[in-house]
């Protein structure tokens, strides 16, 4: 543990034990980086400061619960916290991608858009990290094609040489998949849409 983390590990423990000052010290020590961290993916410094505002506001309501348990990595659970509010205000300000809930549904499209800016990338990353974690449940003849012909741009024909199913069978258990895929949605309460 390098000097700085047992520095915060002490200031953490202090305010907990009821010294305030202790908490202006940890601010004070890491205002710069996590402000930079935010401003670099919203770009406006009043949403920064906001979001800024947001995440110390929830670092001292889960210390003054006791609900802090990262012994030695403040800094890193301080930026996950202000990494999810920035994630959180595009969400709310309904710039997450769009998805239509009709037939030819497609979750994947924002997966293949090349042109993303910084402020899209990390909406990205979670939609992806969020999509993965989704297929994950689906069963295995269906995860499989979906997987072939999503991420390995395989065509029908391909995925049918290589399960040894007929393109009518490949063509609907990816049917299939994307039917459940939306059902696992629904299930998880994941908002795709607004």
């Excluded at 002490?10 to 305010?15: A, F, G, H, I, M």
């Excluded at 609900?67 to 999810?84: S, T």
């Excluded at 007929?166 to 696992?184: C, D, E, F, P, Q």
Aim: hydrophobic share 40%; charged share 30%.
């Amino acid at each position: 543990m390098n000097q700085s983390t047992s520095c915060d590990a002490l200031l953490v423990s202090d305010y907990m034990n009821g010294n305030e000052t202790a908490l202006c010290e940890l601010i004070t020590r890491h205002k710069d980086k996590v402000y930079r961290f935010i401003y670099s993916k919203v770009y406006d410094r009043d949403v920064a400061e906001d979001i800024f505002q947001d995440t110390f506001i929830k670092v001292i309501k889960t210390l003054k619960r006791g609900a802090y348990n990262e012994e030695g990595k403040f800094l890193p659970w301080v930026m996950r916290i202000a990494h999810n509010l920035v994630i959180d205000h595009f969400r709310r300000n309904n710039r997450m991608p769009k998805f239509e809930n009709k037939d030819d549904f497609n979750i994947f499209s924002v997966l293949s858009d090349g042109s993303l800016n910084a402020e899209k990338a990390i909406i990205k990353d979670q939609v992806e990290t969020d999509v993965r974690r989704l297929i994950e449940e689906l069963p295995e003849d269906q995860k499989e094609v979906l997987i072939m012909r999503i991420y390995k741009e395989m065509s029908f024909k391909e995925i049918s040489e290589q399960t040894g199913v007929s393109i009518n069978t490949a063509l609907g258990r990816m049917r299939y998949a994307l039917i459940n895929l939306r059902k696992v949605i629904d299930k998880h309460n994941i908002i795709l849409t607004n």
